[in-house]
């Protein structure tokens, strides 16, 4: 599990194929163990193999088809954070390091200090997004300011430009995305009680009880 909250950004030292996938080495900055959770570009990952302050990754060809891992070459900057410890104090969001979907920045606006973020995501995720909601891109948690048709917009506060790869982004880059685990159950079970195709009115929500 984690956050949202960026730690640090770290550079790709090397992608290398293997059978069934690549071999990712990053350099984070301290040292890791075998087993310990990392999420890359919030892409949730498992230390295969410790170099000092580096770490291999071995990731899977179902995880390259659906994140941008696969895109990453040496020198490549990326956005890491460390797994939640169950003691920590919890900021940002819930985040699983699971993506839904690869997005596609569509439009950076800057106002003042702050910058406005407009990016596309596919249809499958449309009922996950909601203003003022939580999101996850390349594993910042953002909150969701503005929804038209299949864009959201984000709005980002300096610290966020300049401690992540969000400095690095020109239109058209694509980007993961993982939408809020809490909206997803909450879909989830209002689907399971209404059916797929039902509206949620008032008149249905009398008639279960509520």
Same mark, same amino acid.
């Given at each position: 599990? #984690?956050?949202?909250?960026?730690?640090?950004?770290?550079?790709? %030292?090397?992608?290398?194929?293997?059978?069934?996938? @690549?071999?990712?080495? @990053?350099?984070?900055?301290?040292?890791?163990?075998?087993?310990?959770?990392?999420?890359?570009?919030?892409?949730?990952?498992?230390?295969?193999?410790?170099?000092?302050?580096?770490?291999?990754?071995?990731?899977?060809?179902?995880?390259?088809?659906?994140?941008?891992?696969?895109?990453?070459?040496?020198?490549?900057? =990326?956005?890491?954070?460390?797994?939640?410890?169950?003691?920590?104090?919890?900021?940002?969001?819930?985040? *699983?390091?699971?993506?839904?979907?690869?997005?596609?920045?569509?439009?950076?606006?800057?106002?003042?200090?702050?910058?406005?973020?407009? #990016?596309?995501?596919?249809?499958?995720?449309?009922?996950?997004? =909601?203003?003022?909601?939580? %999101?996850?891109?390349?594993?910042?948690?953002?909150?969701?300011?503005?929804?038209?048709?299949?864009?959201?917009?984000?709005?980002?506060?300096?610290?966020?430009?300049?401690?992540? @790869?969000?400095?690095?982004?020109?239109?058209?880059?694509? =980007?993961?995305?993982?939408?809020? @685990?809490?909206?997803?159950?909450?879909?989830? *079970?209002?689907?399971? =009680?209404?059916?797929?195709?039902?509206?949620?009115?008032?008149?249905?929500?009398?008639?279960?009880?509520?």
């Amino acid at each position: 599990m #984690f956050t949202g909250l960026i730690e640090t950004v770290c550079k790709a %030292i090397s992608s290398v194929s293997k059978t069934g996938g @690549i071999r990712l080495t @990053i350099n984070l900055g301290w040292d890791v163990k075998c087993g310990d959770s990392i999420a890359v570009n919030g892409v949730c990952l498992t230390v295969a193999g410790p170099k000092g302050t580096a770490a291999e990754f071995d990731v899977s060809a179902e995880t390259l088809s659906k994140t941008t891992l696969g895109k990453l070459k040496a020198g490549s900057e =990326v956005n890491i954070e460390r797994a939640l410890k169950a003691d920590d104090r919890f900021g940002g969001h819930f985040v *699983q390091g699971h993506i839904d979907t690869i997005g596609k920045v569509k439009k950076i606006e800057k106002k003042g200090d702050f910058r406005v973020y407009a #990016f596309e995501v596919g249809k499958e995720i449309s009922d996950y997004i =909601v203003p003022k909601g939580s %999101i996850a891109v390349d594993g910042v948690s953002l909150t969701i300011v503005d929804i038209q048709e299949q864009n959201f917009t984000a709005a980002i506060i300096p610290a966020t430009y300049e401690n992540t @790869i969000f400095k690095n982004y020109k239109v058209g880059d694509m =980007v993961n995305v993982e939408t809020d @685990i809490i909206c997803r159950m909450v879909k989830k *079970q209002l689907d399971n =009680v209404l059916g797929h195709k039902q509206e949620l009115t008032i008149e249905k929500l009398k008639e279960l009880g509520f």
